[in-house]
T-cell receptor, first 110, second 114 residues
Framework: DQQVKQNSPSLSVQEGRISILNCDYT??????FLWYKKYPAEGPTFLIS?????DKNEDGRFTVFLNKSAKHLSLHIVPSQPGDSAVYFC?????????FGTGTSLTVIP | EAGVAQSPRYKIIEKRQSVAFWCNPI?????LYWYQQILGQGPKLLIQ????????DSQLPKDRFSAERLKGVDSTLKIQPAKLEDSAVYLC????????????FGPGTRLTVT
């Protein structure tokens, strides 16, 4: 049962433009969401999070938007840089469980 | 601050053999997680420890997988016997206290079962 879904396996963006990564969820009990970034041969690293009481959280070039009614969140990266090329996972905890999406591979083209 | 350490980084075994993975979390982190990440999928939580006690192991295939965290620090994950479908990256993560959602991941152990 895939409670957190990332329907786009890959995304290519030109350097300097905006990258938008999307994530959908099915469990209305989720009240906190996280984005992780993963480079090859490394473990995921925490990027940014958002509580369900907010609809936006910003940290430098990274902004996460949450639309609870649509059960949808998105990560915006602007401007995109080649070093942002990685796999991005959205995740949500509930109880003692953590659910990760399948990831979106972002390629930023110089 | 040293990160989460895992060893080995790579392991190739034949099916029905046994294998063990080791994890050393960030110093002082009370909570430790083991994840299985199959190619093309997101990490799947297998077991969560709070200090040396198990918080959740509902997704751990207990007929073949076992894990322990002695003294509330290092942890080992064992598979006995391994199956072909166990081929995956096994990730260890830690967080400073229970309820902290941001986890710090190690580099993972890539297991190939032939």
């Amino acid at each position: 049962d895939q409670q957190v879904k990332q329907n786009s396996p890959s995304l290519s963006v030109q350097e300097g433009r905006i990258s938008i990564l999307n994530c959908d969820y099915t469990n209305s009990m989720f009240d906190y969401f996280l984005w992780y970034k993963k480079y090859p041969a490394e473990g995921p690293t925490f990027l940014i999070s958002i509580s369900s009481i907010k609809d936006k959280n910003e940290d430098g070039r990274f902004t996460v938007f949450l639309n609870k009614s649509a059960k949808h969140l998105s990560l915006h990266i602007v401007p995109s840089q080649p070093g942002d090329s990685a796999v991005y996972f959205c995740a949500a905890p509930t109880g003692n469980q953590f659910y990760f999406g399948t990831g979106t591979s972002l390629t930023v083209i110089p | 601050e040293a990160g989460v350490a895992q060893s080995p980084r790579y392991k190739i075994i034949e099916k029905r053999q046994s294998v063990a993975f080791w994890c050393n979390p960030i110093s002082g982190h009370a909570t430790l997680y083991w994840y299985q990440q199959i190619l093309g999928q997101g990490p799947k939580l297998l077991i969560q420890f709070q200090n040396n006690g198990v918080v959740d192991d509902s997704q751990l295939p207990k007929d073949r997988f076992s894990a322990e965290r002695l003294k509330g620090v290092d942890s080992t994950l064992k598979i006995q016997p391994a199956k072909l479908e166990d081929s995956a990256v096994y990730l260890c993560a830690s967080s400073p206290y229970g309820g902290a959602y941001e986890q710090y991941f190690g580099p993972g152990t890539r297991l190939t079962v032939t």
